[in-house]
T-cell receptor
Framework: KQEVTQIPAALSVPEGENLVLNCSFT??????LQWFRQDPGKGLTSLLLIQSSQREQTSGRLNASLDKSSGRSTLYIAASQPGDSATYLCAVRRTSGTYKYIFGTGTRLKVLA | SAVISQKPSRDICQRGTSLTIQCQVD?????MFWYRQQPGQSLTLIAT?????????ESGFVIDKFPISRPNLTFSTLTVSNMSPEDSSIYLC????????????FGPGTRLLVL
């Protein structure tokens, strides 16, 4: 059974700091992995999607890496801003035959001005 | 891309009653999903709703408790039946756009409190 864990559960950093959020999963047989951002009252927004054959994806100040063999993904946020404050969720999709995603419990990030 | 709206955004209900949550997508989508996020927990998939067929429920979720409708390619409803305080959660609608699109889009969620 796939389980997804995110560490830390909460993080508070000063503005401008670079930071890394961690995601680990127990079954390496994944199809892809997505990082989402969750803002209160606004649902989830997809940030980056990494296919199982890829090692990393970048979008602006965000970089996500994937090490399937070790069951790990990291989300790197450069030069953090107060607007980055949100809960970050990672989710894995098991195979190409299902669109079910298994979500982690998230990392609640607060960037202090 | 897709923009998803949900109604209501929040509600407070009495135990034993039912609530129907509506999900509207601004474009036709192939697959829609309903998730639950209990306090302090991760998102859990309740069911997949496909137009023209019965919804597919995940283990632990049954149609009598969570009936779903999908009358067309842009709309779905989830009913939470015979509610108890344990049903207090955020319910999120999600959609997959097209066959080549991998990104899933989410609605803003419906925050439900059952007293």
């Amino acid at each position: 059974k796939q389980e997804v864990t995110q560490i830390p559960a909460a993080l508070s950093v000063p503005e401008g700091e670079n930071l890394v959020l961690n995601c680990s999963f127990t079954d390496s047989a994944i199809y892809n992995l997505q990082w989402f951002r969750q803002d209160p009252g606004k649902g989830l927004t997809s940030l980056l999607l990494i296919q199982s054959s890829q090692r990393e994806q970048t979008s602006g100040r965000l970089n996500a890496s994937l090490d399937k063999s070790s069951g790990r993904s990291t989300l790197y946020i450069a030069a953090s801003q107060p607007g980055d404050s949100a809960t970050y969720l990672c989710a894995v999709r098991r195979t190409s035959g299902t669109y079910k995603y298994i979500f982690g419990t998230g990392t609640r990030l607060k960037v202090l001005a | 891309s897709a923009v998803i709206s949900q109604k209501p955004s929040r509600d407070i209900c009495q135990r034993g009653t039912s609530l129907t949550i509506q999900c509207q997508v601004d474009s036709q989508v192939t697959m829609m999903f309903w998730y639950r996020q209990q306090p302090g927990q991760s998102l859990t998939l309740i069911a997949t709703a496909n137009q023209g067929s019965e919804a597919t429920y995940e283990s632990g979720f049954v149609i009598d408790k969570f009936p779903i409708s999908r009358p067309n390619l842009t709309f779905s409803t989830l009913t939470v039946s015979n509610m108890s305080p344990e049903d207090s959660s955020i319910y999120l609608c999600s959609a997959r756009v097209g066959t080549g699109e991998e990104t899933q889009y989410f609605g803003p969620g419906t925050r439900l409190l059952v007293l």
